[in-house]
């Protein structure tokens, strides 16, 4: 298994001999990659490839010449997964669901065509921003040394930054909104910073020193879940201490009824990295409890054969395509597991007791430092703590730790956002 921290380590290390230039930021990201996977693949060129790249990029560009006549100044990044019928990540809904994509060119990020097919007759304004950053890419090169390939991949990141500030000064963008992305953000912050746009950020994942997409720039605007994420993404980057910062609340969900007093039903939250064997074989023992209910929620970006069939061949329930409210409106679970994802912050939402296995693997080991999840060293320990009363205190003490007592209101976010974007409806 991986250890972020000694691979951080090795990135400061080549980060102060090498690229200590701050031109360099907008691509960090990559350098970070290369050094956790150094299998990492680099691009394979294909002719339905090329063509279905060609075809978004002119959609793009007849959009680019559209939203000039029609003088849009707002600008939108946001993400669709393949297999999602072209609809944005279900993360963004907490800002996106109000907001007037008419009135704003939509930079879409979608690794399918058809999906992105879908997006651009399901959104207006919708340019593609995978179609830039294919020809941005270099077509014939070879793999060479770690350094060397970051220098690659970090010449097509500064011709996709060239490529967004062109675009936003050919418009004369005034305001940018996004989810952060840490793959491409600190590219459009950088463009937005020096053309002077207002930057606009949301959250939708939890904030580490191991994500090193947010430790560089900043929005000018930023909106959190709660408190607690609000101290984690100054932790990692101290500049947002001179930012704004607006707390959206928790969003209350809706869970199961049915509550089963003879079974205890674990949801097991699987993520990537994971050493299958151990992980494997401790989902084996739980399934042979006759007091466990196992289920695995894997991720449905990915196509994981290797754990799909592990699953049906041992007969353990699991969910792909499902989100986290879906699979809890169908299921009561107690617990929910996880090895690396900070999914499990979730739990509480679902009235869930978070159970993190401890591992080789440190990236989310600050969860146990903050005392926001029960640590889980093997079986034994599972069926220990599951078999223990259910402890309301605890359940509640975590849950105000990380949620804190604000609720999510979706017209505060649109009463925060107006003040700034015409692009917002008023349903007052």
Known sequence: MIIHKKILNQFYKIEKKYFRDSSYNISKNYLHILLLNKNFNFRKISFLGFVFNIVLLLLSFNTILFCKIKRIKHANYFIVHKGQKGKFDFRSNYILENYEFKKSLNIIRCSSFLDSLKAYFIYPNVIFYLSFDYFNNYFFYK?????????????????????????????????????????????FLKACYELNIETFGYMHYKFSKYVIGIKYLCFDNFIVWSNYFKNKLIEVNKDYIRKKIFISGYPQKKISK??????????????????????????????????????????????????????????????????????????????????????????????????????????????????????????????????????????????????GLKKYNSNNIKKYLSNYFYSIKSRI
């Open 258 to 403: 049915k509550i089963n007093k003879d079974v205890i039903n674990i949801l097991y939250l699987f993520d990537l990295d994971l050493n299958f064997k151990i992980v494997s074989n401790l989902l084996k023992r739980l399934n042979k409890s006759k007091k466990i209910n196992i289920y695995v929620k894997l991720k449905p970006q990915r196509i994981e054969t290797k754990w799909d069939n592990f699953c049906k061949k041992e007969n353990i329930r699991y969910f792909k395509f499902q989100n986290l409210d879906q699979i809890n409106k169908e299921i009561r679970f107690n617990y929910f597991i996880a090895t690396i994802s900070t999914a499990i912050l979730e739990s509480t939402l679902y009235k869930a007791i978070p159970l993190k296995l401890h591992s080789s693997n440190d990236f989310a080991d600050d969860l146990f430092q903050d005392k926001v999840v029960f640590k889980v060293n093997n079986f034994k320990d599972i069926t220990k703590i599951s078999q223990s009363k259910f402890v309301k205190k605890d359940l509640n003490r975590i849950f105000r730790k990380v949620w």
């Open 143 to 187: 793999k060479s040394s770690l350094i060397d390939n970051y220098k690659i991949l970090h010449e097509k990141e500064k011709k996709n930054f060239q490529t967004i500030k062109k675009i936003f000064k050919f418009l004369k963008i005034e305001k940018f909104l996004s989810i952060d992305d840490q793959r491409v953000i600190q590219s």
